[in-house]
């Protein structure tokens, strides 16, 4: 439980340096200062030969790996990354051990990892990681025992996420994206970047037109930069607990536009969900 100010208790920050840790165990990982907000850490790896953000953490988590000798900054030409020390990784040793015994065992995370591979994402350790704000709604269950996620509304977020990374956009965090997106609907010419990362462009500009400017904002809050629910309702100044209806929205119009609504839930259900009907409507027998 978090303290009233807001600030996170021990326990919590614990947890948290611990899925930093397994971040940084990843090959190639390091992680970096966000130049937009100096309390978060971004974990950066290549994929594809592209280098993409792959979860953020509070500062919190790192400082206190760094108490702990776990991990330590090193200097990369003019550039300060985080990466695991030897006893960082001993340490994960001790929380994979089969005899550990504790309230989130690394096993069971590396379980949950493995589960979101099946979800098609090329780095699964990292796409399912407790940070995913979509992993933890596909988790939660209503009153009926129904999950808040469903499997087309998830391929459609991980769908989404992964267009963002190939898009090389979560590097772009002074840049406008705006721009970035009509170039690519204009098929303007993008000098240096990859075919790869023109391609997801131009996947994305599609996304955006079909679920519209203001739901493909929340999606890339959500999917792309990893942002927590009540994260998105203050910035945007909504009620609280409106995100979540407002997100299901935005992934049922994302899985449409990816056809992956007819392949989870059957033609005739994807179908039915697609007509708005007048309080007089009768459908058609």
């Known amino acids: 439980m978090k303290k009233r100010s807001g ?9 948290a340096m611990r899925r930093l840790l397994q971040a940084l165990a990843e090959p190639g990982a390091r992680g970096a200062l966000s130049p937009l907000e100096a309390s978060t850490l971004v974990v950066l790896a290549a994929r594809k030969g592209v280098t ?28 300060r990354r985080l990466a695991l020390t030897d006893a960082g990784r001993a340490h994960l040793r001790r929380l994979s ?4 015994d504790q309230a989130e065992p690394f096993r069971a995370q590396h379980a949950s990892y493995a ?6 994402a090329a780095r699964p350790t990292l796409v399912n990681d407790a940070e995913s704000p979509l992993a933890w709604l596909a988790r939660r269950k209503d009153r009926e025992g129904r999950t808040f996620l469903d499997a087309a509304q998830l391929d459609a977020g991980e769908r989404f996420r992964r267009d963002i990374e190939q898009a090389q956009l979560l ?13 690519a ?31 493909a904002g ?5 999917c792309g930069y990893l942002k927590g629910l009540e994260l998105v309702e203050s910035e945007r100044g909504w009620p609280p607990r409106s ?4 997100l299901k929205i935005a992934l049922d119009r994302l899985a449409r536009h990816y056809g992956l609504a007819v392949e989870a839930r059957g033609r005739d259900r994807a179908e039915s969900l697609l007509h708005w009907g007048a309080e007089d409507y009768r459908p058609r027998v």
Do not use: C, Y
Request: aromatic share 4%; hydrophobic share 45%; proline share 3%.
């Open 7 to 15: 600030t996170p208790t021990r326990e919590e920050t614990g947890r």
């Open 52 to 79: 993409v953000a792959r979860a953020r953490f509070a500062a919190a988590a790192s400082d206190a790996a760094l108490a702990e000798g776990l991990a330590r900054w090193e200097q990369d030409g003019g550039e």
């Open 97 to 100: 051990a089969p005899d550990v």
């Open 115 to 120: 589960l979101r591979q099946l979800e098609k």
């Open 171 to 183: 590097q772009r965090v002074t840049a406008n994206w705006e721009a970035t997106i009509n170039a």
């Open 185 to 215: 609907r204009r098929g303007a010419n993008a000098g240096a970047v990859s075919e790869v990362a023109i391609d997801a462009r131009r996947r994305l500009a599609r996304a955006f037109d079909a679920v519209g400017p203001e739901l």
């Open 218 to 222: 929340l999606l890339t809050d959500v």
């Open 243 to 246: 995100a979540k209806g407002v």
